[in-house]
Each structure stands twice: as structure tokens, then as C-alpha cells.
């Protein structure tokens, strides 16, 4: 098969499942090209993209107007019926309209590419801006298309998703609590087009990080990983380690990742005098974060409820590529965490914003060596058998096959 794979950015570091995922198709055979509608050609990118396994990553762009009429007078009525849709649902967000109408744009610009170009199916990571490009080339090509679901795509910024999902042959979700959500949202929409699909890791890979860590430390280091964001709770993290360090307790925090939370942060450390204990060391690249994960006595993601309307994460991957690097884990009872995070069995699991539940849960780990090793060596387990993105794959590329014998 040959796939045209509609993303965001590419290659992006918070989104190290997308190409590990189009890695795997080309493992197995397909032809891949990548369209990252909000990317702009750099060396940078460029450098990144030449270590993927897609055969290309092509640009869309919409300052040549030739690509574009072209598409348009293939079929005028149907393209002012997508304009249509998509100005309908976002013309009172003029960010979002203004995004749609880009993608809208370029995904106009990519049409002839993709019909002389052989392809059998698209898919898009993201139903929004992403998706509505994907959306756009199917409908002008009779191509297929696919769309994946990750975060605020459903949970707030949600884009012409009717028209989006019927035209979809499959839409694939990574956690049942994010399907329980869209089904609330279309209940009408037949099962057999809903997938639930987890994010995959390479099992080899991290098979190796789990034989190199160590069990036992004398100063343990406790990691958090995710952007500073409110959702993701790290204030809390903050609040458990003062707590920790009124004990008189002996640890190291570390914060990766980079967000509007930084400033806040940062403060909330200097007022609680922690600056000789917790390191905020910005973004880094996989290999950075994978070196950490697998010095860390405890990953923490201690997620909080949003504030109205803000969007979340469902099941943050720093979570599944510490367990799956032998590391225990503490989250938040919320969320999608309590299905791959179960309590004393795979992890520690805490009430949201509770900061002394947080401390007692970290000193639990880092006290207790039994325990550390039995929920991380359960964790371990989880990982291979629900995160392999081998297996995943597999079901990923029996839908894509489907939908073209279908179409």
C-alpha cells in the first residue's frame, strides 16, 4: 500500500508515537508519505525527516494558486460544500477559522499530488487541522481516509467533526476513557468504525533501558516529563517534593518539558527553596528524555482536572515509555491513567491537586524497594502486551486494506 500520512509537524518531539508508528509501516512494506500542514521546510526538519523510514515528507503549500484552482474546478459544488462545513463550525472562533481555512488551503494544494501519485489511503493524526486537510483530499480524490484522535481535537477543538467522522473509515481513539467521551458526544456513530488503537512503543527498544536501571539509590530521582501546562500538575509535584524535603528526605527532581506553567514554576521552587534539589532542564530530544526515564527511581505524572473547556491529555506516553523502561509509576486518578496505572498492582494512583497524597506515594516508593520493583515489574508487563507497536500496527494496516476493498 501506499499511505499519505496528514500530521501537524513532523518530525515533532512530543510526538514521538507518530513516527514510530510510520516507521513500523514501512517495516512491514508500505510506501509512507508524511504532509505536515503546519510545518515549513528547515535543515532542522529536514535533518530530523532523513532519519524516518517514509519514503518522502512533502510540504503543502498554498502560495502557488495553480495546485489549488485545479482542485477546485475538479468539483466547484463539493468544495464550496467543505468550505460550507468548515466555516459553519468555526466562524465565532476566528483562530480556529483562520487555521481551518489553511488547512483547508493546503490540503487543496496536495490533491493532484495525491491522485497521480498512486495512493491507496490517507490518514491523519489529529481530527483538526490535520484531519481537515486529509478530509479534503478524500473527498476530492475518492481516496479513503482514516482520522486519529489524540487530545484537544475531541476534548475541545473540535472541527467539523460531523461531516469528518461519516466520511472517515475509521476513527481510531488511544484510550477507552477517549472513546467513552466521543460516544457521549456521537452515540449514533456504528462500533465497527471506532478503534481503539494505544499509542505503541518499540518493545526491543525499551527492553534495553529497563535491564540498564538501577533499583536501588541513595539520592532517588523523582522525573516529570510533559509540557508546563496546568493540566499536567506539576505545581503539585512541586508541592509533594517541599513536602518531602520538610521530612529532611534527600531527592532529586527533575522537570522536562517546556510550557506557560515555566515562569510559575520556577517561582513556586525559589519560594519553597528547592533550587538545590529540582532541575528544570527545558524540551529535549527522545534520547535526552529516554536517559532520564532510565536513571528515575519514580515517574510522576500527577494530571489535574482542566479548568472549563481547556483540553487534556488522556493517557500522557511519558507513562507508558516509563513502564515500559521498568520505572514505577505514580499518576493521577483520573483521566485515561487508571487503565494502564492500577493501583499497587502496575503503579500508585493518587487523588488530582492532592500534594500529601503525592509525598506519601513517593516516599511509599522510594522506601519500599518490594514494592517499587513489583509495580514497576507489573508495569513492565502491561507495557509489552498493550503498548507494542508492532501488534498495533498490525491492526492499524487490516483497517486501511479494509477500507480500500470497501471503497
Known amino acids: 500500500m501506499k499511505i499519505a500520512y496528514f500530521v501537524s509537524r513532523f518530525p515533532e518531539q512530543c510526538q514521538t508515537f507518530v513516527r514510530r508508528e510510520i516507521d513500523e509501516v514501512v517495516r512491514r512494506g508500505h510506501d509512507v508519505s508524511v504532509f505536515p500542514v503546519a510545518s515549513t521546510p528547515s535543515a532542522a526538519r529536514a535533518q530530523a525527516s532523513d532519519a524516518c523510514a517514509c519514503s518522502s515528507v512533502i510540504y503543502p503549500s498554498i502560495l502557488n494558486s495553480g495546485p489549488l484552482l ?8 463539493l468544495c464550496g460544500a467543505l468550505l460550507v462545513a468548515l466555516i459553519r ?16 488551503a493546503k490540503g487543496m494544494s496536495t490533491v493532484e499530488i495525491v491522485k497521480t501519485g498512486g495512493y491507496d489511503h490517507i490518514h491523519a493524526h489529529w ?4 484531519g481537515t486537510a486529509a478530509w479534503v483530499v478524500s473527498a476530492l480524490t475518492g481516496i479513503p481516509f482514516s482520522v486519529a484522535f489524540h487530545a484537544y481535537d475531541l476534548f475541545s477543538t473540535r472541527i467539523a467533526l460531523n461531516e469528518k467522522i461519516e466520511a472517515a473509515s475509521t476513527v481510531v481513539l488511544n484510550a477507552q476513557y477517549s472513546i467513552d467521551f466521543f460516544r457521549r458526544l456521537y452515540p449514533k456513530v456504528p462500533d465497527d468504525k471506532v478503534m481503539l488503537l494505544y499509542n505503541g512503543l518499540n518493545r526491543d527498544r525499551f527492553a534495553i533501558v529497563a535491564r540498564d536501571r538501577p533499583l536501588v ?5 523523582i522525573l516529570g516529563v510533559g ?23 534527600t531527592f532529586r527532581l527533575v522537570l522536562i518539558g517546556k510550557g506557560p506553567e515555566a515562569r510559575g514554576l520556577s517561582q513556586l521552587i525559589d519560594t519553597f527553596g528547592l533550587q538545590a534539589s529540582v532541575s528544570m532542564v527545558g524540551e529535549l530530544p527522545q534520547q535526552g528524555v529516554s536517559r532520564y526515564i532510565s536513571e528515575s527511581a519514580v515517574l510522576v505524572m500527577p494530571c489535574i482536572v482542566p479548568r472549563r473547556g481547556a483540553s487534556h491529555d488522556a493517557l500522557p ?9 521498568g520505572v514505577p509509576v505514580i499518576g493521577s486518578d483520573v483521566f ?8 499497587e498492582e502496575t503503579g500508585l494512583l493518587v ?9 506519601g506515594a513517593i516516599a511509599r516508593v522510594v522506601d519500599d524497594a518490594a514494592l517499587a520493583e513489583q509495580i514497576a515489574k507489573r508495569g513492565w508487563e502491561e507495557a509489552q502486551e498493550r503498548f507494542n507497536v508492532h501488534e498495533n500496527v498490525a491492526r492499524l494496516l487490516e483497517r486501511f486494506e479494509k477500507a480500500g476493498v470497501v471503497s
Do not use: M
Not at 481530527?127 to 490535520?130: A, E, H, N
Not at 487523588?351 to 509525598?359: R, S
Open 351 to 359: 487523588p488530582p491537586g492532592d500534594a500529601a497524597a503525592l509525598k
Open 317 to 325: 506516553n511519558v507513562i507508558i515509555e516509563a513502564q515500559a523502561a
Open 70 to 77: 485545479k482542485a477546485f474546478c475538479r468539483d466547484p459544488k
Open 217 to 221: 539509590q541513595s539520592c532517588p530521582l
Open 227 to 249: 509540557r508546563l501546562v496546568y493540566t499536567k500538575g506539576f505545581r503539585t509535584l512541586v508541592e509533594a517534593c517541599h513536602l518531602l524535603d520538610r521530612e529532611g528526605r
Open 336 to 343: 485515561a491513567i487508571p487503565e494502564t496505572v492500577r493501583h
Open 127 to 130: 481530527s483538526s487541522y490535520p
Open 89 to 104: 463550525d468555526t466562524w465565532y472562533r476566528p483562530l480556529t477559522l483562520a487555521k481551518s481555512l489553511v488547512a483547508f
